[in-house]
């Protein structure tokens, strides 16, 4: 028996009729395409992973490529473990170039062979560094015993996080470093940091050795490239408040202490960095996250910056930010981020953190995602990643809703939306968050609208009106692309197959089509200047809606 299916469109808006008919209220969003806000700056086209060895891997280049594509603006990749002593193996949390060993007679050799192969694929998918200077080689450091760490077992912060014993010797392997890169690459539009979270044991050293470490390894850089852009230090969360006191003290060294390297007052500071996570955690049975601890440090690093008067304009770049602190690890409280409530998270916490910047009047350069994908690991294992095995995960296509906005930011407002207040102090766990942002340029008009609870619990779906008006055209085409459970999600597919460790090829491929992000047209009703459209929006679901004349 054949069964008839109905148009995406005729589906939606019998599901509005019997919600209405149900008394449910639907939450109205309406878009002002005459009242613009300023050009919309692409901030989430940053992303960075402990681990560059797998930068050069095949579904590593693979996945840089997808980044690349989505969207005009450039994307910048940040990797730990640069400088790092070892074989070029990677494991969780690990990576290894083995750039720096000495001869017997403690003479340099260096070694650009594996540096060579991460910025090769960086440059081949044109993708641009945000070069991490870091960390300490083994023959500089001054406790290389023990130097490998095994996570997840025993100490992560091995030898290669103490601070060099010779500091001459350490600005020399960055001076030849930068100086290769410099011959070997077209390094215009990079960018330069100084080490990883040096507020906690990342770094072995007081804070005062940090900006020791910051003056010579800026000069170094600097020696080289003399327009470099150099920044840091990439401290941890600074709701914390020992690390909103380092990233003070920074601050004011960069600005008004004495360098180390050059015995002149401040340092070079062209964008500040610092690390907002949430904190989810398992709860009766369900995740619940927490994206008001994350905006809660960007809040108050932003407050921090904006209260000197040297660095208020200074360009921000949130280095890692994320739901939470570790990509590598696993656990019942990370169960959210093989599904859509992993994308819809970002997609909340992206557009808070445009509000804060412009709550205080910040200049907000950028937002780091720290998940790019892991090798030799199951599929869907449970790790923060973009992809598994050579599958986008539903939060890559978020990211490529993301990239479909441009032009200037117009005016939404919505009436299932939560004050930004609110979600910084409290997090979403009462009404959820139905809200929206939007973009218009020339003859087009893009909307993201999300659905966001920190509770990962079932719930009816919120019935959307979305309004667009002031529309220059009558005749409008408009499509949806979607992630929700069941869009744009191959974790739903591999679940529905049986969660397959070894697909078939045709597995592989279906797993491949399922996650795409894909369009479906969309008849608006038209009145007078103004495009209405009515659809059911899951909840922890992502559409963007997208019309054009």
């Given amino acids: 028996m054949s069964v008839l299916k109905l148009p995406a469109f005729v589906v939606s808006v019998l599901m509005i009729a019997a919600s209405a008919a149900n008394g449910a209220t639907p939450v109205i969003i309406h878009v002002d395409a005459s009242k613009t806000e300023g050009p919309y700056t692409p901030v989430w086209n940053y992303f960075g992973a402990d681990e560059p060895n797998y930068i050069y891997a095949p579904n590593g280049e693979k996945l840089l490529r997808e980044l690349s594509a989505l969207g005009p603006a450039p994307v910048y990749f940040r990797t730990h473990n640069l400088l790092t002593t070892g074989d070029g193996s990677g494991s969780l949390k690990w990576g290894s170039t083995n750039a720096y060993r000495e001869a017997p007679d403690g003479s340099p050799i260096y070694d650009w062979t594996i540096t060579d192969r991460i910025f090769d694929a960086l440059q081949g998918a044109h993708v641009r560094p945000l070069v991490e200077v870091g960390f300490m080689p083994e023959a500089l450091s001054t406790h290389p015993e023990p130097y490998r760490h095994n996570f997840p077992n025993g100490n992560v912060f091995t030898g290669w996080s103490y601070p060099p014993k010779d500091y001459a010797k350490w600005s020399a392997l960055v001076t030849a470093w930068v100086r290769h890169l410099h011959q070997r690459y077209d390094v215009s539009g990079w960018l330069w940091e100084v080490w990883n979270e040096p507020d906690i044991p990342y770094w072995h050293g007081t804070a005062e050795e940090y900006d020791r470490l910051y003056d010579v390894t800026a000069a170094a850089i600097r020696s080289e490239l003399s327009d470099a852009k150099i920044g840091g230090p990439e ?315």
């Fill in 235 to 549: 401290s941890t969360g600074p709701a914390n408040d020992q690390a909103a006191a380092f990233l003070h003290q920074f601050l004011e060294h960069c600005a008004h202490g004495t360098n180390a390297a050059t015995s002149k007052t401040g340092a070079p500071l062209d964008f500040i960095s610092f690390h907002p996570k949430g904190s989810p955690k398992f709860i009766d049975g369900h995740v619940r996250m927490n994206v008001g601890a994350q905006l809660r440090s960007v809040e108050r690093g932003m407050q921090i910056v904006a209260s000197f008067p040297e660095w208020r304009s200074t360009p921000i770049i949130l280095g890692e930010s994320d739901p939470e602190g570790c990509a590598g690890c696993k656990g019942e409280q990370n169960g959210y981020r093989n599904g859509a409530l992993y994308g819809v998270s970002v997609a909340e916490a992206i557009a808070r953190t445009y509000e804060l910047a412009r709550k205080e009047n910040v200049h907000l350069q950028g937002a780091v995602t720290w998940a790019f994908e892991f090798e030799d690991q199951p599929y869907f294992a449970g790790f923060r990643e973009l992809a598994t095995n050579g599958i986008d995960k539903p939060v890559l296509n978020v990211f490529r809703m993301l990239g479909i906005l441009g032009g200037d930011w117009i005016s939404v407002t919505s009436s299932g939306a939560q004050s930004l207040g609110n979600v910084v102090a409290n997090s979403v766990t009462a009404s959820p968050d139905v809200n929206a942002m939007a973009t218009r340029r020339n003859r087009e008009v893009d909307v993201l609208v999300w659905n966001y609870h920190d509770d990962d619990l079932p719930s009816d779906p919120a019935q959307v009106q979305l309004a667009i008006g002031n529309l220059p055209a009558r005749k409008i085409h408009a499509e949806i692309f979607r992630m929700d459970t069941n869009h744009g999600n191959s974790f739903t597919v591999w679940k529905e197959m049986g969660s397959p460790q070894t697909p078939t090829a045709d597995q592989q491929k279906q797993l491949q089509l399922s996650s795409r992000l894909v369009a479906t047209p969309e008849k608006p009703a038209i009145t007078d200047s103004t495009a209405t459209l009515n659809f059911p929006l899951p909840r922890q679901g992502v559409y963007l809606v997208r019309l054009k004349w």
